[in-house]
């Protein structure tokens, strides 16, 4: 039984998620309803037109929402909450017709990768937030547009190089966290008055 195809696809949803979870949501319901993307059944509620509609509703706002300085922080903070929890049971479906072992690995990997995706995207966000003009907020986040399709787009027709460009953006997450984290503990204690104590 091949795994590399649904395994890239469950890595793909959850990294993808991190940072445009309804523009996946919405791209893998209308692939599968086209006939380009072959779900597994789990999945097969994505194909849904009320879910795609609804999905499709909500992609377009957070595409708005995130070309907003200061909105796009907001919105990633209460996004978090659901983003993590729903690359995380992306991932576990997407392996639907596997073991239930893969399933529960592909769900506690996928939280994780759509976790880190998703600090990665708001703590860079919210450095950026701190310039003045408005121009790297939009093209930060036409950037991210445009990876998180390009990515799930990879992991649907490309799953073996989607998955060695996954471990890589994986390392080079694990370089680049701790970095963001004081980062953005740098720009809150400059808008809050925090300083180290001497």
């Given at each position: ?53 609804l999905s499709g509703l909500l992609c377009v706002i957070e595409f708005l929402a995130d070309k907003i300085a200061i909105v796009d922080s907001l919105w990633d903070g209460i996004q978090g909450f659901i983003r993590i929890p729903a690359g995380a049971l992306l991932a ?107």
């Amino acid at each position: 039984m091949d795994v590399l195809q649904p395994v890239a696809l469950a890595g793909g949803m959850a990294w993808a998620s991190g940072m445009r979870l309804y523009a996946v949501l919405f791209l893998a319901g209308v692939l599968a309803r086209l006939g380009y993307l072959d779900l597994p059944a789990s999945l097969s509620i994505l194909e849904n037109p009320w879910i795609i509609g609804l999905s499709g509703l909500l992609c377009v706002i957070e595409f708005l929402a995130d070309k907003i300085a200061i909105v796009d922080s907001l919105w990633d903070g209460i996004q978090g909450f659901i983003r993590i929890p729903a690359g995380a049971l992306l991932a576990a479906l997407a392996l639907g017709g596997h073991d239930p072992a893969w399933m529960v690995a592909a769900g506690l990997l996928g939280g994780a990768v759509t976790a880190g995706t998703h600090l990665a995207k708001a703590g860079s966000r919210a450095m950026i937030n701190t310039s003045p003009e408005p121009f790297s907020n939009i093209a930060a986040s036409l950037g991210e547009d445009a990876l998180a399709v390009s990515g799930l787009w990879a992991a649907i027709f490309y799953p073996a190089l989607f998955l060695i460009l996954l471990g890589l953006f994986l390392l080079l997450l694990i370089w680049l966290l701790p970095k963001l984290g004081r980062g953005v503990l740098a720009v809150f204690g400059g808008l809050f008055g925090w300083t180290k104590k001497q």
